[in-house]
């Protein structure tokens, strides 16, 4: 179904706003929503939810049976294929540690953020060059086109996995908590933008999103493959610092840029003009705004990380506890009589100390 589409090519598309048109325009129509609603209150919430959000139990099955189904494809590709693939690059048991979890969503995000950029530039929706068209024509229980069904499916279900993924199978970092409530909030997005037929900005949320998780992933893994053996690789060493250049620049420009003047921007005003009295306007709001900070906090860490490459000339994960790298220091101290006994006459030490020897040169073994 894609009626929309030929009512989007008759309409003008809107120049996308700047920051002060969003906060303004954004703002003015939500507090003339909020004095015009009301009756709002419980009540009149739970009869709209029960008019507006149509899902089946068929779909909720397909939904906990796939989430299922990629911890368990997740744990087979672990043992199978990344555990392996670690031991035979030789990577240091930290970062064989956590490389299986970094191939894992390399593997999952670029699949997905393939398939949302398909639907967005190669297919005949047109909601990344008139965002507002998302909600052109939409209807309560309106039938969701297959192929954006399968990539709800897919997002979904992977959502579910996540978060059962942080507390149990993932390391746990700084932002894990907030990593929690992330996954919580993008699943309830993902859940009820489907059940109320929000489906076509959901797309463009996704696609929105997924890029920065492939670059992440990508910059980890040669980060682990740079000291792989106990020596240095100039080659992943340019990688990762390429792959943390691009991971920042289009973090931003995604998702603090794009994201709030062409999502943001037709759910808080295009919406009420397509749709007047739209379902949930408030909840649906509140919830992307609630996106939107956490992309800024993130962001935080981003320009923390940039400041520690820039002054130390390392690519790291400024998420990771300190504390775990001091209680591993502090183990190296212990060993460091023993360590002092392997130098060789030219007095060069061993990985142990964090440097290691190539061509008579030491270099520091950033990690």
């Known amino acids: 179904m894609s009626s929309h589409i030929g009512d989007a090519g008759s309409q003008e598309v809107e120049p996308m706003p ?26 009149l919430s739970k009869r709209t939810l029960l008019d507006n959000a149509y899902i089946t139990w068929t779909e909720i099955a397909l939904f906990f049976f796939c989430a299922f189904l990629w911890t368990q494809v997740r744990r087979g590709l672990t043992e199978s294929l990344f555990k392996p693939l670690a031991q035979w690059c030789r990577l240091l048991p930290k970062d064989a540690a956590k490389m299986p979890e970094s191939a894992w969503k390399l593997v999952f995000y670029t699949m997905s953020w393939s398939y949302s950029t398909y639907l967005l530039f190669f297919s005949s929706y047109s909601f990344f060059h008139d965002p507002p068209s998302v909600f052109y024509n939409w209807k309560s229980g309106m039938s969701v086109p297959t192929d954006i069904a399968i990539a709800y499916l897919i997002q979904g279900s992977f959502y579910g996995h996540s978060i059962y993924a942080t507390v149990y199978m993932d390391a746990w970092r700084k932002d894990s908590a907030v990593m929690v409530v992330h996954h919580i909030i993008t699943l309830a997005l993902i859940s009820f933008s489907y059940a109320f037929r929000y489906h076509n900005v959901g797309i463009l949320v996704l696609f929105l999103h997924d890029i920065n998780d492939i ?43 794009w994201f709030p003047l062409k999502v943001l921007y037709a759910t808080c005003v295009s919406s009420l003009q397509s749709v007047p009295n739209i379902p949930f306007y408030f909840f649906f709001n509140a919830l992307l705004l609630a996106l939107l900070l956490m992309n800024i906090y993130w962001f935080l860490f981003i320009v923390i990380f940039v400041v520690k490459v820039l002054k130390m000339k390392e690519v790291n994960d400024v998420r990771e506890y300190e504390d775990e790298d001091g209680s591993k220091a502090a183990a190296g101290l212990h060993r460091a009589p023993q360590a002092a006994n392997n130098d060789d006459g030219a007095g060069h030490h061993n990985s142990a100390q964090g440097k290691h020897v190539q061509n008579g040169v030491t270099k520091e073994k950033h990690l």
């Open 215 to 257: 670059q992440l992933e990508f910059t980890k893994l040669n980060v682990y493959l740079k000291s792989r053996g106990g020596g240095y690789h100039l080659l992943n060493d340019i990688l990762s610092n390429m792959g943390s250049v691009s991971f920042s620049i289009t973090w931003f420009w995604f998702r603090l840029y």
């Open 18 to 43: 700047g920051y002060l048109d969003l906060v303004t325009r954004a703002s003015s129509v939500m507090l003339g929503a909020w004095r015009d609603c009301s009756p709002c209150g419980l009540e």
